[in-house]
């Protein structure tokens, strides 16, 4: 399973970017995607997740800016992150959960005037 993420570049505060994160190889049916984040010199966090039946769960700091989606069809998830903010700056990770773990190789995400 490869996860390819893209969307990342950089904003100035109270922007927006859309982030995606395409999945291929043998992907079940059933399954949890996710957006982390590491910012410098700071763990990775969790940011949201979304099931294969679509429910979300937010980190509180993005809640209300954030929005995490999914096409199953195309093995595709999205985090469309609105209100930018400067603590928002890291590289975001996507993640797939099945009976194993994968990982995207990241995008940066700069939010800076």
């Known amino acids: 399973v490869q996860l390819v993420e893209s969307g990342g570049g950089l904003v100035q505060p109270g922007g927006s970017l859309r982030l995606s994160c395409v999945a291929s190889g043998t992907i079940s049916r059933i399954y949890t995607m996710g957006w982390y984040r590491q910012a410098p010199g700071k763990q990775r966090e969790l940011v949201a997740v979304i099931t294969s039946g679509g429910s979300t769960n937010y980190v509180d700091s993005v809640k209300g800016r954030f929005t995490i989606s999914r096409d199953n069809a195309k093995n595709t998830m999205y985090l469309q992150m609105n209100s930018l903010k400067a603590e928002d700056t890291a590289v975001y990770y996507c993640?797939?959960?099945?009976?194993?773990?994968?990982w995207g190789q990241g995008t940066q995400v700069i939010v800076s005037s």
């Open positions: 993640r797939i959960t099945m009976a194993s773990d994968y």
